[in-house]
């Protein structure tokens, strides 16, 4: 009995994997790679479109209504499965008629839970009737105290990578595009913006209706509600923020418009017509989110000397690299920050000139050695691949600086190899030829190869595959030469060598850029050298998140106690991960501090969003 069951499993095996069922799953030019980090069955049945009906409860902390998502069942299937986490599923149903069953399956604390729908190959639509639970990973509701003008509550979203499934059900894989369009419905007293088409003042009965026409991946679905106004800065530009800070953050961002008529003259049209900016309260976890048509902001970079902007030309660039060319999988995650990081330095130079995007270029060498550097010595080679294999992880674990910075330096080796005019006609062609598609590894090479790269010998100069599957850096890596930190070098090496006082730094003509190369450099530290330089230079004090930051490394590792009161403030006051994974890595060393540390974190965790929470608990073991 057991052997004829075992002849016939094998008989249907052989059937099904050379036979025409085989066949026919290759041969949808449709299919998408398979992604780990999504249970939705994306490749038989696509969601083409989202509706979303939602109300926004400030008291319960939770958003409630439906998502009525449109589908292609290409092969005709009977279940339709969607990713979700953390929502209350009242019911679905089919086509705005019948009721139909769905089921919960098991839930994971990173990937959350599948919801299988039962759909009929007839079905054009699945309505979800569903709410948020307060803890939704990727919204974070903050009370009137944490905002700027301490009236209004506010409401932002963070859906990269894998968080979109937390506040709305839906396909949660970059590969997957859909278009949307959302009602929402709030307090008159606040604004409700989505990446899609914004009004730009409040509406009396606090309804607002969006509509994005352009496909779009879910780590892009975006909402913010607050106290915000609007100002345009240019043709197709503007800022919104809280009423305090609008006039700092214009003033901050003057140079915006620019930079979209540099970024169009660099690689072709700009696909989505507006793009503004929202100033966040500063609990947003990231510098910058490349939500379309709004970019989601940190407070952090209105330093007051407009010396940040660099995230601007950043987040914009993503409008080409990455919402219009997607990475596939979050494996493939250099196509959208390297192409990004790339795209942002020649808008910088465009603008700011060779010197300034030197300094900015060298920086980031700066990051990418320390980051492979760490990598290597906690044993995770492969995550200096710029192609990674996140499977079975969180794919928040393995996004990196490797992905940014030696997928940036990996476009100055082809650009250095076939020049500047070559590359950029390609790289026109290459965001023109695929824009609202999503993009591989593999399929970019193949382009490479194709349309750029066509001897053996650019082939063999440019090395694609030691770059981006092998690891840390190869040995045709560029060298970044700046003259301006060349200066810097200089007074480094003579306050290392106690031939000048820390006072005594020339520091005439010094931007943000030499403070963060200086204080990076710094190798002889001492606490009587960081007392000095305090009262020359006022660090402690500093208002420039970015050197705040690189100070209070010093502090912490030099146990230079006068900076902790601000090194305190900061850490309850700031929510952006990047300044707060190295504070607390550092302090968590000692003991003392890391006692210190528990202490700050008690005050400053409920202030901060899921993301970087999860991040320092961590990291402080908790
Ligand atoms: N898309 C990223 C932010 C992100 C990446 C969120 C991965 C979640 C997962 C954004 O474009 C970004 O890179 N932001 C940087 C700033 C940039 C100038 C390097 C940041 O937030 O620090
Ligand atoms: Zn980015």
Same mark, same amino acid.
């Given at each position: ?143 009137? *105290? ?60 606090? @309804? ?5 026409? !352009? ?38 961002? !003057? ?7 540099? $970024? ?8 989505? *017509? ?53 990475? @596939? ?12 990081v790339?795209? *942002? ?12 995007? @030197? ?5 980031g060498m700066?990051d990418l ?32 600086d490797v $992905?940014y910075e030696k997928g940036r330096f ?82 480094? $090496? ?129």
């Amino acid at each position: 009995m057991k052997i004829t069951l075992n002849v016939i499993c094998l008989l249907l095996l052989v059937i099904s994997s050379c036979g025409p069922f085989e066949k026919d799953r290759k041969a949808l030019d449709t299919d998408l790679a398979k992604d780990a980090h999504s249970y939705a069955n994306f490749n038989d049945v696509r969601v083409s479109h989202i509706s979303l009906d939602l109300d926004t409860d400030f008291e319960k902390n939770i958003l409630s209504g439906w998502a009525e998502l449109s589908i292609v069942n290409y092969r005709g299937v009977k279940e339709l499965i969607l990713d979700t986490r953390d929502l209350d599923i009242d019911s679905v149903k089919l086509d705005n008629e019948s009721l139909t069953k769905y089921s919960l399956g098991e839930a994971s604390d990173v990937f959350g839970q599948p919801l299988k729908i039962k759909i009929q190959p007839t079905s054009k639509t699945v309505k979800v009737y569903y709410s948020t639970r307060p803890e939704s990973a990727a919204l974070q509701w903050l009370t009137p *105290e944490q905002t700027f003008g301490k009236k209004h509550p506010f409401l932002f979203s963070q859906s990269q990578a894998i968080l979109a499934r937390s506040w709305v059900p839906c396909q949660d894989g970059p590969g997957v595009k859909f278009t949307y369009d959302a009602k929402v419905k709030t307090d008159p007293s606040l604004i409700v913006l989505m990446s899609a088409e914004n009004k730009t003042e409040k509406s009396p009965d606090g @309804e607002y209706t969006f509509q994005m026409t !352009q496909p779009i991946s879910s780590y892009l679905l975006a909402i913010a509600v607050g106290d915000l106004n609007y100002q345009s800065t240019g043709r197709n530009s503007g800022v919104f923020a809280e009423p305090d800070m609008l006039s700092k953050s214009v003033w901050e961002l !003057q140079s915006m418009q620019s930079m979209i008529d540099s $970024a169009e003259q660099l690689y072709g049209p700009y696909a989505w *017509e507006q793009y503004d900016v929202v100033i966040l309260p500063p609990s947003f976890p990231f510098g910058g989110m490349e939500n379309p048509r709004l970019t989601f902001a940190t407070p952090t970079i209105i330093a007051g000397d407009r010396s940040l902007v660099s995230l601007i030309a950043h987040e914009l660039a993503h409008s080409w690299s990455g919402n219009l060319v997607t990475n @596939e999988t979050w494996d493939d995650f250099w196509l959208n920050e390297g192409f990004t990081v790339y795209f *942002e330095q020649r808008i910088m130079e465009k603008i700011f000139g060779k010197p300034y995007e @030197e300094m900015l270029t060298k920086l980031g060498m700066g990051d990418l050695v320390n980051t492979i550097n760490e990598l290597e010595e906690e044993g995770k080679s492969a995550d200096t691949y710029l192609y990674l294999n996140l499977e079975g992880r969180d794919p928040d674990d393995g996004l990196t600086d490797v $992905a940014y910075e030696k997928g940036r330096f990996f476009l100055q080796v082809v650009e250095n190899e076939v020049g500047r005019d070559l590359f950029d006609a390609f790289l026109n062609e290459y965001f023109e030829n695929n824009k609202f598609k999503p993009m591989s590894t593999e399929g970019f090479i193949g382009q490479l190869y194709s349309n750029l790269l066509l001897t053996d010998e650019q082939r063999l100069a440019v090395d694609a595959d030691s770059w981006i599957f092998g690891p840390g850096l190869p040995d045709n890596v560029p060298v970044p030469f700046s003259k301006e930190l060349d200066r810097v070098e200089e007074d480094i $090496a003579k306050f290392d060598n106690d031939i000048i006082a820390a006072s005594q730094i020339d520091t005439s003509g010094y931007t943000t850029h030499h403070w963060l190369y200086l204080l990076r450099g710094l190798k002889k530290m001492t606490p009587e050298k960081m007392s000095e330089m305090d009262k020359a230079y006022k660090l402690s004090e500093t208002g420039n998140s970015e050197i705040a930051c690189d100070w209070f490394k010093h502090a912490i590792e030099q146990n230079y106690k006068s900076a902790y009161p601000y090194m305190e403030e900061f850490l309850i006051r700031v929510g952006r991960r990047k300044f707060l994974s190295p504070l607390y890595e550092r302090l968590a060393q000692t003991e003392d501090n890391k006692k210190w540390a528990l202490e700050v974190y008690k005050k400053a965790r409920p202030g901060y969003h899921a993301v970087s929470y999860n991040s320092i608990d961590d990291v402080l073991e908790l």
